[in-house]
């Protein structure tokens, strides 16, 4: 029974990186990828560099934790304010 569920874990695997690979062939979803990589990567930043800052200038933890909770709502709520906007428009050809 080992030896069928690592037999079964390698195809998977094999499977899932041939599916990945075919994947990086594709030029759009590259750059899709590409930009949220970058975007989740600014947007972390920017959000460890504020917190610091605001502790660094008195602004309590409370408030600060407030503000963290809604800045994740906002953008929770502005990533389907974009999918709409790209709903409406349309893709482009």
Known sequence: SASLKQATLSQTVRNSLASFKQS???????KYMLATLLYSDCSA???SVYMVFGSQVGISNHVLL????LNRWMSL??????YYVCKC???RN
């Open 24 to 30: 990086l062939r594709n030029r759009e979803l590259m």
């Open 66 to 69: 407030h503000c963290a909770v």
């Open 45 to 47: 930043t920017l959000f």
């Open 77 to 82: 709520f502005m990533g389907f304010g974009w």
């Open 89 to 91: 428009i349309g893709a």
